[in-house]
């Protein structure tokens, strides 16, 4: 696998005020993801025999268990963040918008509409115990609100990710202090529905 590098933001870092700040954007990314991919690398350059096979991060991950056990644990928190982080990225966007599409309907039939879906995200992301992440996702049984302590990603456990948000402090302490629930809020009107929307078609090879 080539050096996994750190991707460049589809938006500037203030493109999402007022509910993300610039200030926590710029840290987040530049210095918080950038440490992620940092340590990736270098775990896997330390098994430069066994980085020569792999063919992506995200394969890696959905895996653990063909990964050498010197490296696991850096590839489970450092290839995680990595990737974790490049994933929240893609769902966010400084447009307002609104769900559409076949995501839409089908949040609508699993979770009794919009509304009730944002209520069971938020309540499980607020509920997350320490630093964790909450996620949308398509499993063997449909669709399904999951939550993964530290940088643990859903790919680990079988499920394709559709929408993240990331509940460790640094996403949000400088501006939102210790209130979460009031950054959960907040993030709902930078959610880039377009992109979930093909999340899901890829999810379901549509």
Same mark, same amino acid.
């Given at each position: ?32 993801h950038q440490a992620y991919v940092d ?46 982080? &490049? ?5 966010? $966007? +400084? ?5 559409? =599409?076949?995501?839409?309907? %089908? #949040? ?15 309540? &499980? ?5 320490? $630093? +964790? ?5 398509? =499993?063997?049984?449909?669709? %399904? #609100? ?30 939102y202090q210790n209130r979460r629930t ?25």
């Amino acid at each position: 696998m080539e050096e996994y590098r750190l991707p460049k933001l589809p938006y500037e870092y203030g493109a999402l005020e007022p509910y993300i700040d610039e200030a926590t954007m710029r840290l987040h990314h530049s210095k918080h993801h950038q440490a992620y991919v940092d340590k990736f690398n270098a775990a896997l350059a330390s098994v430069p025999e066994f980085r020569a096979k792999v063919k992506s991060a995200e394969k890696l991950l959905e895996d653990l268990n063909a990964v050498p056990e010197s490296i696991r644990a850096a590839v489970r928190n450092h290839g995680g963040g990595a990737v974790n982080h &490049s994933f929240f990225w893609s769902v966010l $966007s +400084g447009e307002r918008q609104s769900p559409q =599409g076949e995501v839409s309907q %089908e #949040i609508g039939r699993k979770f009794g509409g919009i509304e009730k879906f944002k209520e069971a995200f938020s309540a &499980s992301a607020a509920g997350v115990f320490g $630093s +964790g992440w909450c996620w949308l996702v398509a =499993g063997a049984g449909g669709l %399904e #609100i999951m939550t993964t302590p530290n940088q643990d990603s859903p790919l680990s456990f079988g499920k394709k990710p559709l929408l993240a948000l990331d509940v460790w402090e640094h996403a949000y302490y400088l501006k939102y202090q210790n209130r979460r629930t009031d950054y959960i809020a907040a993030w709902w009107n930078v959610v880039n529905w377009e992109q979930v929307e093909k999340n899901f078609r890829l999810a379901m090879k549509r």
